[in-house]
């Protein structure tokens, strides 16, 4: 549920895209918007950790919800464009601080790596279905007679936050210890070598790809593919829950397939399909991009949770809230940069190019995942 809420306020920017965009903002400077919510995701993470271990990572989750819960009851009644920056810089701050602690439960729960896969894949898939809740719910907001309400619909996700908030007051939880141990850069200096720049360059790649989906989808469909807000919303909202599909599917055939051959069966077929996307938009079936780009969802979404948990089951339990943080931060950078370079191709009038630009993106994740998942195999001959 936690991950569900968190899911539908970070992703509600293509719906703020969609909906400024008529107005005075540039797409330049929604682009930038992102960077509010990523940039302080990625500095407060470096100390979220520490803060976590002092207040125990359920207290640490309850009060990111309740900040969430103040947040998003607020925002309707303010109409400057400068407080979306601020808005988008605490619900940021509030997501590093959730995202470390639900990792940390989880991991000081499952050790075992098939099954930390299935678990992750598992509660990864609430954030698909947070996407699709919230680009459903607003799309039917705008596209009736209250249009011009539509960011009362944020009051809907407070109640929801404050109500997880009295859930996890009755809910015992496994999480680490209460800790006073301070902030260490030679901690974090510890992790880095090869696999671990591969693995993060993996992390701020597929994020980078997620954001190009999840935030400029809508506006793509409407700018390019000239359909209404509504059908243009649905785009994500369906691309979401193709990808909870994916999430769940994956959390009950992992244990079939070796993650290597999944994983990299997954980045292929989302590259021939977006190939196939970008010649659909060159000829007169444009159209049926609309329903190709959500089933890419599929695909995609297994690829986060997959690496991740691969990683993450060779991280000791006492260091797991520093190596989360640092997943936080490279995903929040690949989530700020992908969003910044996307509002330059529409800024520019590139938008036709969408699908091949992000097939380059992908072409990157194949080549950088075939060296990380070689690395594990000869590391595993040398030792054997």
């Given at each position: 549920?936690?991950?569900?809420?968190?899911?539908?306020?970070?992703?509600?920017?293509?719906?703020?895209?969609?909906?400024?965009?008529?107005?005075?903002?540039?797409?330049?400077?929604?682009?930038?918007?992102?960077?509010?919510?990523?940039?302080?995701?990625?500095?407060?993470s470096?100390?979220?950790?520490?803060?976590?271990?002092?207040?125990?990572?359920?207290?640490?989750l309850?009060?990111?919800?309740?900040?969430?819960?103040?947040?998003?009851?607020?925002?309707?009644?303010?109409?400057?464009?400068?407080?979306?920056?601020?808005?988008?810089?605490?619900?940021?701050?509030?997501?590093?601080?959730?995202?470390?602690?639900?990792?940390?439960?989880?991991?000081?729960?499952?050790?075992?790596?098939?099954?930390?896969?299935?678990?992750?894949?598992?509660?990864?898939?609430?954030?698909?279905?947070?996407?699709?809740?919230?680009?459903?719910?607003?799309?039917?907001?705008?596209?009736?007679?209250?249009?011009v309400?539509?960011k009362?619909?944020?009051?809907?996700?407070?109640?929801?936050?404050?109500?997880?908030?009295f859930?996890?007051?009755?809910?015992?939880?496994?999480?680490?210890?209460?800790?006073?141990?301070?902030?260490?850069?030679?901690?974090?200096?510890?992790?880095?070598?090869?696999?671990?720049?591969?693995?993060?360059?993996?992390?701020?790649?597929?994020?980078?790809?997620?954001?190009?989906?999840?935030?400029?989808?809508?506006?793509?469909?409407?700018?390019?593919?000239?359909?209404?807000?509504f059908?243009?919303?649905?785009?994500?909202?369906?691309?979401?829950?193709?990808?909870?599909?994916?999430?769940?599917?994956?959390?009950?055939?992992?244990?079939?397939?070796?993650?290597?051959?999944?994983?990299m069966?997954?980045?292929?077929?989302?590259?021939?399909?977006?190939?196939?996307?970008?010649?659909?938009?060159?000829?007169?079936?444009?159209?049926?991009?609309?329903?190709?780009?959500?089933?890419?969802?599929l695909?995609?979404?297994?690829?986060?949770?997959?690496?991740?948990?691969?990683?993450?089951?060779?991280?000791?339990?006492?260091?797991?809230?520093?190596?989360?943080?640092?997943?936080?931060?490279?995903?929040?950078?690949?989530?700020?940069?992908?969003?910044?370079?996307?509002s330059?191709?529409?800024?520019?009038?590139?938008?036709?190019?969408?699908?091949?630009?992000?097939?380059?993106?992908?072409?990157?994740?194949?080549?950088?995942?075939f060296?990380?998942?070689?690395?594990?195999?000869?590391?595993?001959?040398?030792?054997?």
């Amino acid at each position: 549920m936690s991950f569900l809420i968190f899911s539908m306020v970070l992703n509600c920017m293509g719906i703020i895209i969609l909906q400024l965009s008529g107005s005075t903002v540039s797409y330049s400077n929604l682009g930038f918007l992102e960077a509010f919510k990523d940039l302080p995701i990625a500095i407060i993470s470096l100390f979220a950790a520490n803060f976590i271990n002092r207040f125990g990572s359920k207290k640490s989750l309850m009060f990111s919800l309740a900040t969430v819960g103040i947040c998003c009851f607020l925002l309707p009644f303010l109409e400057v464009f400068w407080f979306f920056k601020v808005w988008f810089a605490v619900i940021g701050i509030s997501f590093a601080v959730a995202k470390i602690s639900i990792y940390g439960i989880i991991r000081n729960t499952i050790s075992e790596e098939i099954t930390l896969t299935k678990v992750m894949s598992s509660v990864e898939a609430s954030f698909m279905i947070g996407i699709f809740v919230v680009n459903l719910g607003f799309g039917w907001l705008i596209s009736s007679n209250y249009a011009v309400y539509w960011k009362f619909g944020f009051c809907m996700i407070s109640l929801l936050a404050i109500l997880n908030v009295f859930i996890l007051t009755k809910t015992k939880m496994v999480g680490n210890p209460t800790s006073a141990e301070s902030f260490s850069f030679s901690t974090i200096k510890g992790f880095f070598n090869f696999k671990t720049f591969l693995f993060f360059s993996i992390i701020f790649t597929i994020v980078f790809i997620e954001q190009n989906f999840n935030s400029w989808l809508p506006s793509f469909y409407k700018k390019h593919l000239k359909v209404d807000s509504f059908l243009a919303l649905q785009g994500t909202a369906f691309l979401a829950l193709f990808a909870f599909v994916g999430r769940s599917v994956t959390a009950r055939i992992i244990h079939r397939f070796s993650l290597f051959t999944y994983f990299m069966m997954c980045v292929v077929v989302i590259f021939s399909m977006l190939i196939f996307a970008q010649v659909l938009l060159a000829t007169s079936f444009s159209e049926w991009s609309l329903f190709l780009f959500p089933l890419m969802g599929l695909f995609l979404a297994p690829l986060y949770p997959v690496i991740s948990s691969k990683m993450i089951t060779n991280i000791h339990r006492d260091d797991i809230n520093v190596f989360t943080s640092l997943i936080v931060i490279f995903s929040s950078l690949g989530s700020s940069f992908g969003s910044v370079m996307m509002s330059f191709v529409f800024q520019f009038n590139y938008g036709n190019y969408y699908a091949l630009y992000i097939s380059l993106a992908v072409l990157l994740l194949f080549i950088l995942s075939f060296i990380y998942f070689k690395s594990y195999v000869s590391k595993k001959e040398n030792n054997d």
